[in-house]
């Protein structure tokens, strides 16, 4: 995700200094409107997660990165991914919804770009972020991101996305088409 943001100091509901997974999803089961990018920021900073409390929704596939949702309601959602070596999304944005993402283990990739109606998807930056990075994504972001098959481990991430992400804008490098793309979290 592109946008790294400062943390928000004043926050909807109060924040202890350090919270756990199970403060975290009590705390985004609470909202009642949307939370900022900020706010999203700054609960992941403020997360302190252990391998026991993400153990229930850590497994692999071997095509691709696995997405498996902890919660969801009107307002927000958190999805632990889990990536293989190689593996990486489609070049997407999050179609209105905007996201935070908090690296548990390994090493994640992103790609940015830039969209012009002519030009089609234009490649903007890439980044790498290690265990305990945060990065943001507003809208309209587009980006990839990926564990880099060079890395040779696999990749935990902690994604937050307000308001929860429904269909996906997809893009192609060097081509002004735009397709959709619907997330899947099935266990398939």
């Known amino acids: ?8 100091t004043q926050l909807p509901i109060e924040v202890k200094e350090s919270l756990s997974f199970n403060d975290l999803v009590e705390l985004l089961q ?22 026991d409390e993400l153990r229930p929704y850590v497994a692999f596939k071997e095509a691709n ?6 919660c969801r309601n009107g307002f927000v959602e958190m999805l632990v991914l889990c990536w293989g070596p190689g593996h990486r999304t489609p070049i997407h944005d999050h179609n209105g919804s905007h996201g935070a993402v908090k690296v548990f283990s390994g090493v994640l990739w992103e790609t940015t770009f830039t969209y012009d109606s002519t030009k089609g998807l234009c490649y903007k930056g890439a980044r790498e972020y290690c265990r305990g990075e945060i990065t943001g994504a ?22 937050i996305y307000a ?10 490098a060097g081509s002004a088409v735009i397709d959709t793309y619907t ?6």
Not at 30 to 51: G, H
Not at 163 to 172: E, H, N, R, S
């Open 1 to 8: 995700m592109s946008t790294h943001v400062e943390s928000s």
């Open 65 to 70: 990165y696995w997405r498996h949702r902890v």
């Open 138 to 159: 507003s809208v309209p972001d587009i980006h990839q991101l990926g564990n880099p098959d060079v890395s040779e481990q696999n990749l935990i991430t902690l994604h």
């Open 183 to 188: 997330p899947d979290d099935s266990a398939s």
């Open 30 to 51: 609470a909202q009642t409107e949307v939370p900022s990018l900020e706010q999203l920021n700054t609960w992941l900073e403020n997360a302190d997660l252990t391998e």
């Open 163 to 172: 308001p929860p992400l429904g269909v996906l804008k997809t893009y192609k």
